[in-house]
C-alpha cells in the first residue's frame, strides 16, 4: 500500500526529516509489516515536480494492514487530513544483492493491456530483468485490478546511475523491515 500526501512548492521538507527521525522507529517491529518505506519527494530532485511524504508498506499478511489502518495512521490524518491509500494485490518480491539500508525507491505504474489476459499480462511483466545495477535491495510488483495497473516498486542502497524511464523516484528516510525475511519470494500465485 502507499498513500501519497501532497506539500506545497516552498514546504520545509525538513518537517518530515524530523517526523521520520523522530517517529520512524515506531514501526521497526509493527506486527505483519515486511518493509516500510519512509519515502518523500522534494521538487527538483529526480526530476520531481512537487514536494510529497509517500510511504510505502509490503504486508506479510493484511491484518497489518487492518491494524495499521485502523490504528496509528490516525496520527498521519490529524496532521494532514485522511489522503487515499492505494493498495494493491501482491504479484511476486524477491531480494536483491543489496543488503545495506534503502535510501532511494523507484516506482513503475504500467497499465496492463486489455487485449491480454489478465494472468498472462502480469506473467509477462514478471518476465522483467531485474536491474542491472548491484545497489538495489528488494523489489515488489503488485497489481490493482480496479485500475488493471501493475505497480513495480524497487528499493535501492543508493540512487542508481539510471532511473527506468517514467518512473518516480523518491528519497527513502528510514525503512522498517521488522518481517522483511517472512515475505514469500518470487511468484505469489
Known amino acids: 500500500m502507499q498513500y501519497e500526501i501532497g506539500l506545497p512548492a516552498d514546504y520545509d521538507m525538513g518537517v518530515i526529516e524530523h517526523r521520520v ?5 515506531a514501526t521497526d517491529d509493527f506486527p505483519h509489516l515486511g518493509l516500510k518505506a519512509y519515502a518523500v519527494r522534494r521538487k527538483g530532485r529526480h526530476g520531481s515536480p512537487v514536494n510529497a511524504y509517500a510511504p510505502f508498506y509490503l504486508w506479510r499478511d493484511p491484518a497489518g494492514l487492518d491494524a495499521f489502518l485502523y490504528g496509528p495512521f490516525r496520527a498521519i490524518t490529524a496532521d494532514f487530513g485522511r489522503p487515499p491509500v492505494r ?28 487485449d491480454v489476459p489478465p494472468g498472462e499480462a502480469v506473467a509477462e511483466a514478471l518476465q522483467t530483468p531485474a536491474p542491472e545495477d548491484d545497489g538495489w535491495h528488494s523489489r515488489a510488483v503488485a497489481v490493482d485490478p480496479a485500475r488493471w495497473e501493475l505497480v513495480r516498486f524497487t528499493l535501492w542502497t543508493a540512487a542508481p546511475d539510471r532511473v527506468p524511464a517514467g518512473a ?12 522483511l525475511e517472512q515475505l514469500t519470494r518470487g511468484r505469489l500465485w
Open 21 to 25: 527521525a523522530t517517529r520512524g522507529a
Open 87 to 114: 493498495h494493491w494485490i501482491g504479484a511476486a518480491f524477491e531480494p536483491g544483492p543489496a543488503t545495506g539500508a534503502p535510501a532511494f525507491a523507484t516506482r513503475e505504474l504500467v497499465a496492463l493491456p486489455d
Open 168 to 179: 518516480t523516484a523518491f528519497d527513502v528516510l528510514h525503512a522498517s523491515t521488522p518481517c
